[in-house]
């Protein structure tokens, strides 16, 4: 199945070939066929017709998400679109707010004459609009002082800003990006809490729903705050899953004692890692 999801990627945005200057590991990634040298994919492992895209020491090859590490990405993005989303409409509410502060008389004015030729239509319907809670809620709001509504206008643009570089780190799998996003999703957690006991909605018990899956599946899954290992233990999950790595424990598998395969001290049967470099996985996707 995560080959399949692999190779959906490789399909949309092409495929990653590496050439390692070890040459053990070299052999392993590498093919000759009728019409030319073909080259193992770093994401999929399908081996491609061409040149490959680069070369070097394996410890300086691209860090190709693949398998579980590439779904995190595409749930990490899809975090990340909504993030930014919420941050551009919270941006205009707060620009609504700012601009109802410098215009608060005309919009009540404005309100009112509305007000006044729609009450016979309302009357007509039996609705009360002198006893209406919407319209007590407009109409509370025109009493709020403007230095008030300068005050909420600028939290909702902190709010913004922080839901919007959230949302980028999160794009690019920025470890930073999830620590933000954990702490700022669960300080608000409370807050969706306490409107769902006064008023319930299908959108607010889905929006709460989705932030709680949010937190846990970051905080778990990215190991973070120490949790299944911390930091060092993702990292090297991840980096075993790479095709690299893989193709260096089947080369000391089978016996290959070349540096490529790592084996340490001589011994045919004991692996050590590829120095493989410390970046994100959103590095090369």
């Keep these: 199945m995560s080959r399949d999801w692999d190779r959906r990627h490789c399909a949309s945005k092409g495929h990653i070939t590496y050439a390692p200057d070890e040459p053990g590991l070299r052999e392993r990634l590498r093919a000759s066929t009728a019409v030319g040298p073909v080259w193992r ?32 990405l595409f749930i990490l993005r899809f975090l990340a679109v909504e993030r930014v989303l919420r941050g551009v409409l919270v941006i205009l509410a707060a620009w609504a707010v700012w601009k109802f502060s410098n215009s608060q008389d005309a919009v009540r004015k404005l309100f009112e004459d509305d007000l006044t030729v729609f009450r016979p239509v309302a009357n007509h319907f039996g609705y009360d609009l002198d006893h209406s809670p919407v319209v007590d809620t407009i109409q509370k709001t025109f009493d709020y002082k403007k230095s008030t509504l300068h005050v909420v206008a600028g939290g909702l643009l902190g709010y913004a800003l922080i839901e919007t570089v959230e949302g980028v780190g999160l794009w690019f799998g920025k470890r930073w ?5 954990v702490v700022a999703t669960a300080a608000f957690l409370p807050i969706e809490v306490y409107e769902l006991t006064e ?8 929006t709460l729903a989705l932030n709680v899956v949010a937190v846990l599946y970051i905080l778990i899954g990215k190991r973070l705050f120490g949790i299944r290992g911390g930091h060092a233990a993702f ?4 980096r075993g899953e790479s ?6 424990a089947a080369g000391v598998a089978d016996g290959d ?29």
């Design 41 to 72: 994919c770093l994401r999929c492992g399908d081996f491609v017709l061409g040149e490959p895209h680069g070369s070097g020491p394996a410890g300086n090859a691209p860090l190709v998400p693949r398998g579980r590490a590439l779904r995190d």
């Design 177 to 181: 990006a999830e620590y933000l996003a």
């Design 199 to 206: 008023k319930m909605s299908a959108f607010k018990v889905g």
């Design 235 to 238: 990292e090297a999950a991840r």
């Design 243 to 248: 095709l690299l790595e893989v193709e260096a």
């Design 257 to 285: 004692d070349t540096p490529a395969a790592g084996a340490a001290g001589g011994q045919g049967g004991t692996k050590a890692p590829l120095p493989v470099r410390r970046r994100s996985s959103a590095d090369t996707v």
